[in-house]
T-cell receptor, first 114, second 114 residues
Framework: SQQGEEDPQALSIQEGENATMNCSYK?????LQWYRQNSGRGLVHLIL?????REKHSGRLRVTLDTSKKSSSLLITASRAADTASYFC??????????????FGTGTLLAVQP | KAGVTQTPRYLIKTRGQQVTLSCSPI?????VSWYQQTPGQGLQFLFE???????NKGNFPGRFSGRQFSNSRSEMNVSTLELGDSALYLC?????????????FGSGTRLTVV
């Protein structure tokens, strides 16, 4: 079963606009990660935020984490057509444990129109 | 450096057959995890291997098995294929277990069962 639900399921915006995706999860976590997937290919790691962090930036990406609400958001600023992809959040499966098992959310399909 | 290599990229098999998929992690990485991605169930964890030992297994039937070799390369096997096994199979590699950084995924093997 999936840990997270992502919202919205699909998002269509114009180039230059900002895109915001939200992820909710169910259990305590060590960290939360965001991945991008282009057209059913492999996943590309975007950013990781630890449970004791509230916000993190990487280039045009901004991630926030609210552990009290068990939610995270990914903001892509000044979007480009090349940002068109599916975006997934993922959490580690065992809080406090040592595992490389990830539990993925349902994903948000982002379409950036040129 | 070379990324995670999965072979083959595409595979078509008949119901009842078996299949073996291969994953070569990034050089030096000792952990390999496998995931199944389908439109209905999303990304689901299959197995996790570290130093030739299975550390974790997802909720899949015994027809799904895997192993890791001394050079960290990993294989997964699915026996008695069913139509529902059609999916994109992804593997991810990482240096150790439980570190706070993202994982590197291969491009996947697209398995179609007819």
């Amino acid at each position: 079963s999936q840990q997270g639900e992502e919202d919205p399921q699909a998002l269509s915006i114009q180039e230059g606009e900002n895109a915001t995706m939200n992820c909710s999860y169910k259990t305590s976590i060590n960290n939360l990660q965001w991945y991008r997937q282009n057209s059913g290919r492999g996943l590309v790691h975007l950013i990781l935020i630890r449970s004791n962090e509230r916000e993190k930036h990487s280039g045009r990406l901004r991630v926030t984490l609210d552990t009290s609400k068990k939610s995270s958001s990914l903001l892509i600023t000044a979007s480009r057509a090349a940002d068109t992809a599916s975006y997934f959040c993922a959490t580690d499966a065992e809080y406090g444990g040592a595992t490389n098992k990830l539990i993925f959310g349902t994903g948000t399909l982002l379409a950036v129109q040129p | 450096k070379a990324g995670v290599t999965q072979t083959p990229r595409y595979l078509i098999k008949t119901r009842g057959q078996q299949v073996t998929l291969s994953c070569s992690p990034i050089s030096g990485h000792r952990s390999v995890s496998w995931y199944q991605q389908t439109p209905g169930q999303g990304l689901q964890f299959l197995f996790e291997y570290f130093s030739e030992t299975q550390r974790n297994k997802g909720n899949f039937p015994g027809r799904f098995s895997g192993r890791q070799f001394s050079n960290s390369r990993s294989e997964m096997n699915v026996s008695t294929l069913e139509l529902g096994d059609s999916a994109l199979y992804l593997c991810a590699s990482s240096l150790y277990v439980g570190l706070d950084y993202g994982y590197t995924f291969g491009s996947g093997t697209r398995l179609t069962v007819v």
